[in-house]
């Protein structure tokens, strides 16, 4: 699996950014796509997540609300909108999949948000 994420940047809070995450090597059908995102000095944790196939998803209580996940299919490609984004948002974000019947991720690079107050 290789994962191409792109889109972050320098935001002021309030503001928005969409993370895009290129998506190649699998059919994607059987999987689970997500967002991760890392602090310094933090253990990175989930943010969002997305079925491939039935586009069920799952959002950190800190984002909902706030972010939202989607995928384009033909595209293979899960997006991540971020809308009125916080200082505390400010991390290293990584798109990861895994097989819906596995535990383990396969990571993307990450690209970094910073959100200034």
């Known amino acids: 699996v290789q994962l191409q994420a792109s889109g972050g940047g320098l935001v002021q809070a309030g503001g928005s950014l969409r993370l895009s995450c290129a998506a190649s090597?699998?059919?994607?059908?059987?999987?689970?796509m997500g967002w991760f995102r890392q602090a310094p000095g933090m253990e990175r944790r989930l943010v969002a997540r997305?079925?491939?196939?039935?586009?069920?998803?799952y959002y950190a209580d800190s984002v909902k609300g706030r972010f939202t996940i989607s995928r384009d299919i033909p595209k293979n490609t899960v997006y991540l909108q971020m809308n009125s984004l916080k200082p505390e948002d400010t991390a290293v974000y990584y798109c990861?999949?895994?097989?819906?019947?596995?535990?383990?991720?396969?990571w993307g690079q990450g690209t970094q948000v910073t959100v200034s107050s």
């Open positions: 997305i079925s491939w196939s039935g586009g069920s998803t």
């Open positions: 090597g699998r059919t994607f059908s059987s999987y689970f």
């Open positions: 990861a999949a895994r097989r819906s019947t596995q535990v383990e991720y396969d």
